[in-house]
C-alpha cells in the first residue's frame, strides 16, 4: 500500500497489488472476528439459550461452506436425525463451522467430509469426519490452543488464524458439552461434540 501511494508500482502491477492487500486484509479481518469471539466467552456474558436444531444449523453451515468445499475438491455431506439442543445458536454454529471448515482445509484432493447429528435421548452427538492429513499424535492434546499450529506453512497457506479450534472449546465448554477427537496421519480426524439435551445447568 505505501509503494502505490508513493506511485512507485507500474500499472501493469497494480491488480496484483490490489489482490495482496485485499487477501490480507481478509486475514486480519476474521482474525480479528475470532479474537472478538473468544474475548467474548472469555469474559462469561451471559448468552441467550433458545431450542436448536443441531442437524438443521450443520446443513446451514455445510451450505455456507460448499464453495470452500467445492474448490478444494472435497465432498461436504450431511446425514442424521434432528435433535433439539438447549443452547446458544451462534456459538453451536462457531462450532460446527470450525470443524468443518479445518476438516476442508487440511482434507486432500478427492477427499471428504462427513458430518452427521444423532441422539441417544439423553445426549446429541455431532461428528465431523474427514479424510484429511490427520494429526500426528505428539500434536493432538495442543490443537485446541489459541494460535497453536500443527504445520505452520500449511496453516499460513489456508489462511487459518489458529483460533478456530480454541473456539470450537471455549464454545463447547460454555455449553457443558464433551469433545472427542480420533486422528492419524494420512488417514483423516474425527471429532466428536457431544451436547447435553436440555436445560443447561
Known amino acids: 500500500a505505501e509503494l502505490i501511494e508513493n506511485g512507485l508500482v507500474k500499472q501493469e502491477d497494480m491488480p496484483r497489488f490490489m489482490a495482496n492487500i485485499h487477501t490480507e486484509a481478509v486475514r486480519l479481518v476474521a482474525l480479528i472476528d475470532d479474537i472478538i469471539r473468544l474475548s467474548q466467552l472469555d469474559e462469561g456474558d451471559e448468552l441467550p439459550y433458545e431450542s436448536v436444531d443441531l442437524l438443521s444449523v450443520a446443513k446451514e453451515v455445510a451450505a455456507s461452506l460448499h464453495d470452500a468445499a467445492a474448490a478444494g475438491k472435497v465432498k461436504l455431506t450431511v446425514t442424521g436425525e434432528s435433535v433439539t439442543i438447549k443452547a446458544v445458536r451462534r456459538l453451536v454454529s462457531e462450532i460446527v463451522f470450525n470443524l468443518c471448515d479445518n476438516a ?24 465431523v469426519r474427514d479424510t484429511g492429513i490427520g494429526i500426528p499424535v505428539e500434536h493432538q492434546s495442543r490443537v485446541f490452543e489459541r494460535f497453536y499450529r500443527v504445520d505452520k506453512s500449511h496453516s499460513k497457506e489456508s489462511g ?9 472449546k471455549h464454545a463447547a465448554a460454555y455449553h457443558n458439552a464433551k469433545i472427542d477427537m480420533v486422528s492419524k496421519v494420512g488417514q483423516g480426524t474425527t471429532v466428536t461434540v457431544t451436547f447435553p439435551i436440555g436445560d443447561p445447568e
Request: hydrophobic letters at 35%.
Open 104 to 127: 476442508i482445509k487440511y482434507n486432500v484432493q478427492n477427499g471428504s467430509v462427513d458430518v452427521s447429528v444423532t441422539s441417544d435421548g439423553k445426549d446429541a452427538v455431532l461428528t
Open 160 to 168: 487459518g488464524t489458529g483460533l478456530g479450534l480454541s473456539i470450537v
